[in-house]
């Protein structure tokens, strides 16, 4: 499903990202871990089209497509979903309108015909249920006023209105008490298929807990040092980064 | 000495234009109304046409559009063909209006037969009114807009001869909106002079909406000048929709005067235009009198929009609460000059002001000034502007979500301009505004979508 190749990327000038290849495939849900500023994030937003980020080398496929070639919009369009850290606050575009639009523009990629109002409703509805979002908080302009923890939530519900195929939720456990990630997580894995891919990136083992990976991760300073199965998160929770670095000769 | 020169060559030209037709302008109104004319030529004289020099016009200088400006005068009313019903209907469903045309600064009585008012409501012809309600003019004429406060209110007195006059008895509630329709519409270009005077009685209750349109291509410049008397807990709304082509200099000032316990909103919303100087002055001049006061701008192009507001609180317990916001495309320029004046004994003051702004380009530029004079301490009073670009993280996070960049950033500046629209308290009339804004961010013609005006050039 996604094939990363040789990737290098810089953002302000510096070099962030140095060198990651990382294949995906439809069913699978990967983990990647790794120190504060090891490039976890950067990946996320360069994998989502976020233009402050300039990719210098490297190339990625998405469903066999030249993704780096796509503007942000289509690859949402495409079927990739960034969940964000920061989700960002946009006072006067509401809940209502931005998913509509959002949904409608999937819809019009693919050549299906605009939800009507009812429709749009019902499937709002729908997913709300499945989440277990606050029914107000759709009323409101899209985060204004949220909590942290609403704010997750609300990437989660998101996600499940547009039903992506590969979903990259960025640090989207941090900063939940625990019957917030319990609710985050619950919508991951409802929403999981045969189909879809997620890419979790965290430095956190305990959204492990409810979520079990297929591939464990770790990045530092650029590049993926390590890869294994669910068993390398427990390693990490252990042993800390240390261990990594000083395998690394560091 | 050049520019000198030119600021007297213009005053001299319109000061001469006004003797050679002096007989015109004063015909059918009374001595007592003509003789306001002559202090108001001197005033005028005295102050020049406005430029960068003139502390109140430093963002918006009038003398190049004055310099050559050799514009016929609508001295009379002209002929017309226009049957109002033709010309506009405003199919918004269910948004019921008293219509009211003025052309070219004319009140128009052959379209205006609608006159189903409620009782005692008086809306006429403002010369009439000079002429049949000499009581109600003579005690409110040139009280609020004096001559030697602005050159353009004195260069309007010089020569107001009609325009519209509105008398809200005390305790009468008008339900629906008046609106009154500013039509300008001439075979060559035109320079139109109209003075309104608007009198809302203790507890009268009216909602009013300006509308300013073209329908011609020629150039025009309007000199609109409106007093505006607001009696004790009266209720009034008042909305201005600015929508005229490129080559209109569109040059009004609203005075309005609030008394004890009055609730004023003001809502101006500049959708297009040429060169727009909005001037608004309210004297909270009653205790516990309050005013809202908002303005939203879209300009691009070479479009130039400024907002001046003065806002005097003459006595205690007044709330004033001013937003204004811009957005400016192209190389479109923009200004906005808060003025509030606290006065001594005017405690327990609450005067809030915000004005925010968008640019869209690097071209596009706006200056904007707060100036507040507080002459007591019990007072709360704050302001607050900002000039900044769209939010390139909000713009990614909708992006991000599968709406396209051009999608993205309408979404952004109509979230943007939607603060101030919030504000407009007919539903109708407000949807119908919001998707005017909406369709004008778009750059399609905004417009009602019925009405045969078009406006948009």
């Known amino acids: ?250 | 000495m050049a520019e000198v020169t030119e600021k007297i060559s213009a005053v001299i030209r319109i000061s001469d234009l006004f003797s050679a037709n002096l007989p015109k302008i004063c015909v059918g109104l009374p001595d007592w109304f003509n003789h306001s004319r002559e202090p108001a030529l001197e005033a005028f004289q005295r102050m020049g046409i406005p430029g960068y020099k003139t502390e109140n016009y430093k963002y918006t200088d009038l003398t190049r559009l004055f310099e050559n400006e050799n514009f016929r005068r609508a001295l009379k009313t002209d002929e017309f063909d226009v049957d109002l019903k033709d010309v506009f209907s405003c199919d918004v469903p269910e948004f019921d209006t008293h219509l009211i045309l003025v052309v070219n600064g004319w009140y128009d009585d052959s379209n205006n037969l609608n006159k189903n008012y409620p009782d005692g409501v008086i809306i006429k012809s403002f010369q009439r009114a000079v002429v049949e309600n000499r009581d109600l003019v003579e005690k409110y004429y040139g009280k609020l807009a004096k001559v030697g406060d602005d050159p353009l209110t004195a260069m309007n007195t010089v020569f107001a001869q009609d325009g519209l006059f509105i008398y809200i008895p005390d305790n009468v509630h008008i339900v629906k909106p008046l609106q009154l329709i500013n039509i300008l519409r001439s075979e060559d270009d035109l320079f139109v002079t109209q003075r309104n005077l608007i009198i809302a009685g203790n507890n009268s209750q009216a909602k009013i909406m300006f509308c300013d349109h073209t329908l011609r291509p020629q150039n025009f410049i309007i000199n609109n000048v409106t007093e505006f008397e607001i009696g004790e807990d009266a209720v009034i709304d008042i909305y201005s929709i600015q929508n005229q082509h490129n080559k209109t200099a569109n040059l009004t000032g609203l005075y309005i005067r609030q008394q004890r316990g009055s609730t004023l909103v003001t809502n101006a919303i500049t959708l297009h235009g040429g060169i727009i100087r909005n001037n608004l002055s309210v004297l909270l001049d009653g205790e516990h009198a309050e005013a809202k006061i908002c303005g939203l701008a879209l300009s691009d192009k070479n479009q130039h929009v400024d907002n001046f507001t003065f806002i005097e609180h003459r006595k205690p317990s007044c709330r004033s609460n001013q937003l204004y916001k811009n957005i400016l495309d192209d190389s479109s320029t923009g200004g906005f000059t808060g003025r509030i004046h606290v006065a001594p004994h005017a405690v327990k003051t609450e005067a809030y002001q915000r004005n925010n702004n968008v640019l869209l380009t690097n071209a596009a530029k706006m200056n904007t000034k707060p100036q507040l004079v507080i002459d007591n301490d019990d007072v709360k009073c704050s302001h607050g502007a900002t000039v900044g670009r769209i939010n390139e993280e909000a713009l990614f996070y909708l992006q991000s979500r599968g709406i396209n960049e051009k999608e993205a950033r309408l979404m952004l500046m109509f979230a943007f301009a939607h603060e101030v629209l919030a504000e407009v308290k007919v539903e109708q009339l407000r949807d119908m505004i919001d998707k005017l804004v909406n369709k004008r961010l778009r750059g399609e013609v905004s417009k009602c979508h019925s009405c045969a005006m078009d406006c948009i050039r």
């Open chain 1, 1 to 250: 499903m996604l094939v990363i190749k040789d990737l290098y990327a810089k953002v302000e000038g510096k070099d962030i990202l140095k060198g990651i290849n990382l294949s995906i495939n439809a069913g699978e849900v990967h983990v990647i871990m790794g120190p504060n500023g090891s490039g976890k994030s950067t990946l996320a937003n360069v994998l989502a089209g976020n233009t402050n980020f300039e990719v210098t080398h490297g190339s990625v496929t998405f469903n066999g497509k030249d993704l780096l070639e796509m503007s942000a919009d289509v690859r949402a369009k495409e079927g990739l979903f960034l969940g964000f850290q920061y989700p960002v606050e946009i006072p006067g575009v509401s809940m209502v309108n931005f998913l509509k639009t959002a949904v409608n523009e999937h819809r019009k990629y693919r050549d299906l015909p605009a939800l009507s109002a009812g429709d749009f409703l019902k499937l709002m509805r729908e997913k709300k249920a499945m989440v277990q979002i606050d029914s107000q908080l759709t009323n409101r302009s899209v985060n204004e006023g949220f909590s942290g923890g609403e704010k997750k939530k609300n990437e989660i519900f998101q996600m499940a209105m547009l039903e992506p195929s590969l979903a990259i939720l960025d640090e989207t456990d941090s900063g939940l008490d625990i019957d917030a990630l319990r609710i985050v997580s619950n919508g991951v894995n409802m929403l999981k298929t045969p189909q879809n891919a997620t890419i979790l990136v965290t430095h956190y083992q305990r959204l492990l807990d409810y979520i079990v990976p297929d591939f464990v991760h770790v990045l530092y300073q650029g590049r993926i040092v390590k890869s294994a199965g669910k068993e390398l998160a427990l390693e990490l929770e252990e042993k800390g980064y240390d261990w990594i670095k000083k395998e690394l000769g560091e």
